[in-house]
T-cell receptor
C-alpha cells in the first residue's frame, strides 16, 4: 500500500519566488496536515484540511496558503519566499483530524 | 509556558538501559496524544498512541497523567537502533475550547551506545 507521497523531494528557489508543494494522502484518509520543520525543532503546524475544508491554521503569515482537492490530495503554496522559509515541509494524513497521522518523506526547500 | 514541552536531551545511555521521557502540555482540553520517532533528516514515524489507561508495545510503554498534564514514554532494554529523536504530539478535538491544532514538542534526543 502506498503511504503518504510528497513532491518534489527537494527544491531550490530564490527569494521572492513562489512555490507549490504537493501531497497525496494514504488511500481512505480524508485529513491532511502540513508542517514546517527547521533543524533542531519539532514540526510546526501550518494547516489542516478535512473533507476539503480548512479545520486549523497555525501561526504562519498569509503568504502561506493551502487547499485540498476532491480526491483529498493537497497543495501548499508559499508566496514571496524569504530565506527563513528554508525548511523541511512535511505532509501528514489521517482518517480524521484527531487520529494518528502518518507522514510523507517531506519536501526540503532551500531559499537562496 | 510553551504548549508542549520536552527536555531536548540528549539522553546518552548504554545498551540494555531503561530510559524515560516526559512531555508536559498546557491545554487541559487536549484529547489525544502520540509519540513519534524521527531519525536524522527523515520524516517522523508513529511510535504509539497514548491511552488514558496506559499502553505497552513490546519494550515501549506510554502513559498519560491528565491531572499533572504530562505523557511519558518508557523504553526498556535499549537497543542501538533506538537512537533517534522522540517527539510527543498533543491534539485537541475542537470542542470545549480545545484546538484541532496538533502540537509537537521539540523532541528528545536519545543516543544508545555499546
Amino acid at each position: 500500500d502506498a503511504g503518504v507521497t510528497q513532491s518534489p523531494t527537494h527544491l531550490i528557489k530564490t527569494r521572492g519566488q513562489q512555490v507549490t508543494l504537493r501531497c497525496s494522502p494514504i488511500s481512505g484518509h480524508k485529513s491532511v496536515s502540513w508542517y514546517q520543520q527547521v533543524l533542531g525543532q519539532g514540526p510546526q503546524f501550518i494547516f489542516q484540511y478535512y473533507e476539503k475544508e480548512e479545520r486549523g491554521r497555525g501561526n504562519f503569515p498569509d503568504r502561506f496558503s493551502a487547499r485540498q482537492f476532491p480526491n483529498y490530495s493537497s497543495e501548499l503554496n508559499v508566496n514571496a519566499l524569504l530565506l527563513g522559509d528554508s525548511a523541511l515541509y512535511l505532509c501528514a494524513s489521517s482518517s480524521t483530524p484527531t487520529e494518528e497521522a502518518f507522514f510523507g518523506q517531506g519536501t526540503r526547500l532551500t531559499v537562496v | 509556558r510553551k504548549e508542549v514541552e520536552q527536555d531536548p536531551g540528549p539522553f546518552n545511555v548504554p545498551e540494555g538501559a531503561t530510559v524515560a521521557f516526559n512531555c508536559t502540555y498546557s491545554n487541559s482540553a487536549s484529547q489525544s496524544f502520540f509519540w513519534y520517532r524521527q531519525d536524522c533528516r527523515k520524516e517522523p514515524k508513529l511510535l504509539m498512541s497514548v491511552y488514558s489507561s496506559g499502553n505497552e508495545d513490546g519494550r515501549f510503554t506510554a502513559q498519560l497523567n491528565r491531572a499533572s498534564q504530562y505523557i511519558s514514554l518508557l523504553i526498556r532494554d535499549s537497543k542501538l537502533s533506538d537512537s533517534a529523536t522522540y517527539l510527543c504530539v498533543v491534539n485537541g478535538d475542537g470542542a470545549s475550547g480545545g484546538s484541532y491544532i496538533p502540537t509537537f514538542g521539540r523532541g528528545t534526543s536519545l543516543i544508545v551506545h555499546p
